[in-house]
């Protein structure tokens, strides 16, 4: 028996597998495909404070081992989230943890004001990393001192713990994770989607409705872990590291760089069951290399230098 059990110093999961936000709906959507209490836990679609219709229409497009998406965070606003959505997780056995959207600082500090008050959250992970088309692509993670500010006011105003989700499409990640540790961040989870488009030659129209939109799956894992693994060393905090993961030998990657837990994004679009299964198949890695705490191979790369 492999112990699968991970301390993030702040929340203790049972296993490091949660499901990235905007992938995996509310939960409750794959209650019937998988046993939601086998996860690590649950990281929901982003809620702004007020319901949101999202982008119009196309809003995925498939690219060669990935996926570009424009869904333009929809979403059921943190009113109906608490009376309609939380009472049905409240009732399963994993770490829930929402995923904050704002378009400005101070609705991030109204949704985690509102969200302080809901029972059965194990904590927030401010979302300062979606493209914003409105922003020609930015978004607050693009800049340190923005990423700072936010993090250091989200965590004042926040009851529990906050991870804080960074973006790939800067330059330096170290700075922006050393930013966001700054602002008091509990921890890091990298990375959200590549800025991304797709055009069709014969309409010559972009093939998204939103012409840009963000790249994910098997396509971005290298920048991925490459980015997991450069936040790890300049940052105290853990770092929960997503980017591609398909199977359990992907997720022990991301571990072995450094990662302290990982979260399954476009996986649970090809197989809806990706989650439980990706915990199965670390555990059956883990045995086959004489590993008996995954906790105990975290970091452990050798590079030789
Ligand atoms: C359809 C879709 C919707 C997403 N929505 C959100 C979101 O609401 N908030 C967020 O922080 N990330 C969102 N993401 C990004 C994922 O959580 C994750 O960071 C990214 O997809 C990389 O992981 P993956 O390659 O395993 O999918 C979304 C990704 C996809 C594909």
Redo the contacts with the bound molecule.
Sequence with gaps: MVDLGTDLGFLRLRNPVLT????FGYGTEFEPFLDLSLLGGI?V??LYYGPREGNPPP??VETAS??I?A?G?Q?VGVERFAAEVMPRLRGIDTAVIV?V?GSDPDEYYRVIEFLNGVEGLAAY?L?I??PNVKMHGACPAMDPRTTREIVAGAKQRSRRPLLA?LSPNVTDITGIARAAEDGGADGI?????LLAMAVDLDTRRPKLGNILG?L???A??PV?LRMTWQATRAVKIPVIG?????TGRDALEFMLVGAAAV?????S?IDPGASARIVREIEAECAARGIDRVSDFVGTLETGR
């Design positions: 990235a936000s905007g992938t990281v679609k982003g809003r995925l990935g996926l998406n869904i965070l979403g995923n959207c992970e979302n990393s979606c989700k989870s990298l990375i959200n989607t963000g994910s799956g098997p971005i894992k991925a997503m980017g591609g993961i398909m979260q399954v994004g476009t996986a679009f």
